[in-house]
């Protein structure tokens, strides 16, 4: 009964519904997400290898990452859905060379905010990096996605303990 | 240049490609891929609490993870457009009862396999019980995809190393 | 003549346009729509069973309603895209027993109302519905899917003669 | 339980699943749904009007009608993708002037059958002639979707008892 | 360098964004784009034959311009989603008998311009032509699509050189 | 009438179908098109341009095509929604300095052709290019937009006369 009332998405009986955003004031908001993809050594190598004009796998999942914070309302059912003012993915090899790091920025002028946007976007370019490198890396794993901060709304300023700035940016 | 030969999606001059697949037989393909929600023990307690109609959030999940599958083509760029002929999600409190287990199984006859397919529903599942739960726990993590074990295809079948069942099924 | 300039999507020459409300202040908009699905009592009684954790037909049925709320201007071809506030989508035994209503309502604070996003996941939920039991029950008929009211918008409210409220909320 | 191995579409736990189809062979499948939009006459007057070049309104809504029907999948959560080789949607004027019937026929080579595609086109037909004329009528409603008959598949022809031609058709 | 800067889809490291238009106020926009699909005037001459019912090819042609202007920021990866308020397309015979003319205008009350949205609405209002056609005329060629005009927006009004009106409409 | 028969898509009452290919066995089919986007020879100079890494444009332009061939059947209405086997895009600067040339080469294993889906992949990577180099030159072109070469179908090989390769390949 409080459990119902405590998860937002759920009304009072227990069923789902998109919560409604209407008397909330529309103002800039901003989420910022991040993950990594931990792969073997010999697979970052091949990403940033000087033999191919480097870039294209980490451009291709960038692209990925910010076609599909576009699409989270069509993804995740009780989304709102939102006029995006600004998306921006990074990818960077990670500092300890096993994998890659991934972080999105999103922002946007509305009533709810753009957390899953984010988030969304680091899961896609993730799982576009994935398959990309899938030929000669099975094992790879997407680890570690979760909100770093947010700014505007209601419930006011978040910023996860503990996050740091991505290790190194490689392009 | 090598390098450029390995990673499958990208050409000789390392362009990003979506590979011809059209000399393979179609054959029987299947895919498992999983992962896990970390949150607080209490997230978890409300997810299953008996307060609720219970499974609202996980159902919600599993749906959202299914229709993923069918939009992986959508979503990660190069994927080959393929008609699945099944999708199962799974979710479970892990054992340790600090999250929920995520497993997705699919299956095609066609050209190429659905790892893809399983890693993208397995995301999504992830994504909306981040967002269903998220008003009570901005913590929560999205953590290990990673496929479990894939069948069918020209590559033979692939089996991670220590994958084991999912914890518990709860629903 | 007079016709064209009556049907609001077509122009003076007859042909279809997307009709511009740039003129028109966005303001709070919500609509109602609802329908039902007509089956044999067996059906219901399936649906509505202990024997299974009841509510997952029902559940998947509300789930799709809502996703397809936000899709209606991808599917109806003079719609405006709209970003929704809130979408609650209600299924329930009928009355009789002889089937399951559905009762859709959508809020916006837009240029336009939102009474095709009721109607559409009134219709999608049945879809949905249909689809799931179709295995036991061909003979099913989706039925007096209508506007029940709205409020918003220049041309004012409107109500329904004779709507009255869903029969029965089963869950 | 007996009703989770019944209603196809829940597995032996009540849960959601895409059916299995894999082991089912690819064959031709057809199926032909109808419905109708019941309105007052002088809105059917104004939509088959000779004052505008008559049919905008109809063939926009067959246009809906088929497009829809490409995209059943991704609106009805547990329908299998399908490669369509056909898609025909009718609409005309009722026999007793009170509205407009649809028919839509739907053919694949494919392993499952395509019902959904069928009532899916009718349906959002339907929901186009709503839009483009609710401007004049609100008061139109969407009545008596139905399958009509289907063949192909193991489950053998259907046609539901007492279905005719479509009573009229005026372009 | 400079380079960079100049392209405003690319960041300062010459990678992909979305740019941040948030400090942008929402005002009205409007754009006007055309173009043409030049073809065989035996195949212009089937298009407005008499013998069929006149338009269905051009009507298939603007319905679907229309919907691919609403799904622009769906194809274009950098474009931001923005809710349109008015949609239109024009296709007329060309004065020279060779072709079939296309014009888009398309409103926005937003924080960015829509000539993407217009100049997308003609391509594929362009393709649909071209798709209807091409069994009688697989040399058809699509010519000249240009952004004609647009206002609104900081950057002031634009108005292409020598852009005249569509040169006849045919309906 | 003759007229109606000859316009694969319109049924022998003008109406627009997708018309039936389930007798059409499953064949190898290929498709190349072309196109070019015409701009100033400083337009092209910026995004060839040293001073950024460069072929970000043209890979997001490559990526761009490449996924709007997948959705080929979802913007042009009568196209068949098909599984592609490969899809290839090309961009080069045009010989004479003034614009980039675009060829994209699709292929499946399908009842029907991919002219569609191959001249859909130039258009919207015409319009990717153009999207990201309005801000400087909003004087660009796309031209020449036309099916190459096709193989595969009962209509047997078409070759369209004076296609040459693409004059070079920048990256």
């Given at each position: 009964m409080a459990a119902a009332a405590e998860l937002s998405?759920?009304?009072?009986?227990?069923?789902?519904?998109?919560?409604?955003?209407?008397?909330?004031?529309?103002?800039?908001?901003?989420?910022?997400?991040?993950?990594?993809?931990?792969?073997?050594?010999?697979?970052?190598?091949?990403?940033?290898?000087?033999?191919?004009?480097?870039?294209?796998?980490?451009?291709?999942s960038r692209i990925a990452g910010i076609m599909a914070a576009k699409k989270t309302?069509?993804?995740?059912?009780?989304?709102?859905?939102?006029?995006?003012?600004?998306?921006?993915?990074e990818l960077a090899a990670a500092a300890d060379?096993?994998?890659?790091?991934?972080?999105?920025?999103?922002?946007?002028?509305?009533?709810?905010?753009?957390?899953?946007?984010?988030?969304t976007a680091v899961s896609v370019a993730a799982l576009t990096l994935y398959d990309m490198c899938k030929a000669v890396d099975r094992d790879m794993t997407i680890e570690a996605i979760c909100l770093v901060r947010k700014t505007g709304g209601r419930s006011g300023p978040y910023e996860r303990a503990g996050a740091g700035a991505l290790s190194k940016q490689t392009e």
């Open positions: 998405h759920l009304d009072a009986g227990g069923h789902a519904v998109m919560v409604d955003v209407s008397a909330k004031p529309a103002t800039v908001r901003q989420a910022t997400a991040r993950g990594r993809v931990t792969m073997r050594p010999e697979t970052l190598a091949l990403i940033l290898s000087g033999g191919v004009p480097k870039g294209d796998v980490l451009a291709v309302a069509d993804l995740v059912p009780l989304c709102h859905p939102l006029p995006l003012t600004s998306v921006r993915v060379g096993a994998g890659v790091e991934i972080a999105a920025h999103v922002g946007t002028t509305g009533q709810t905010g753009v957390e899953m946007e984010a988030l």
